[in-house]
């Protein structure tokens, strides 16, 4: 009876909690302020209960630009199940007109936050442009992508739905 239940559950595309085990090896993402593109404060601890990819990019970088489309289509798409990519833009202050530019340019959809004084790069570990984090409900780091998101990654994809459906 108990292997029937977990074959059906499986085949039926239910979806658990992390496991005790699991949950013990997640990493909460770290707490910094910073301002959006309006100057409003603006926190991750804010989007508890949301489930956020967090995308760490740079005007100056390609790969960053490359995938603002991709970024925006996810966006859009997912908004409806409590999804939201946040732009962390890290470009220095004196690029702020270029970065709106930027948004304009591409009409990004989603909100962008600024971080003038690398608050985020130290307390996201970052080594490169751009780098995303998948963030679940809970806070917790469930997915990181070093490099540039391409139209429709199997790897996030994966992820992002076990995410969504927790």
């Not at 409003?40 to 989007?47: E, G, I, K, R």
């Not at 740079?58 to 960053?64: G, K, V």
């Not at 780098?131 to 809970?138: A, E, G, P, V």
Request: proline share 5%.
């Amino acid at each position: 009876m108990v292997v029937l239940t977990s074959s059906l559950m499986a085949g039926s595309g239910c979806k658990s909690q992390p496991s005790q085990d699991e949950a013990a090896k997640l990493e909460p993402a770290p707490t910094f302020e910073t301002k959006n593109l309006a100057g409003d404060d603006v926190s991750l601890a804010d989007l508890k209960g949301h489930v956020v990819l967090l995308n760490v990019w740079a005007t100056w970088c390609d790969p960053c630009v490359r995938e603002l489309p991709e970024l925006a289509r996810m966006h859009e798409s997912l908004q409806h199940r409590q999804f939201t990519v946040i732009g962390l833009n890290t470009d220095v202050r004196s690029k702020l007109a270029a970065v709106r530019t930027m948004v304009a340019r591409h009409d990004l959809p989603f909100p962008i936050w600024l971080d003038f004084e690398s608050k985020s790069q130290v307390a996201l570990e970052l080594r490169g442009y751009p780098t995303s984090f998948l963030i679940d409900r809970q806070g917790n780091i469930r997915w990181k992508r070093e490099g540039e998101i391409t139209k429709n990654d199997p790897e996030l994809g994966a992820v992002l739905e076990t995410v969504l459906a927790e």
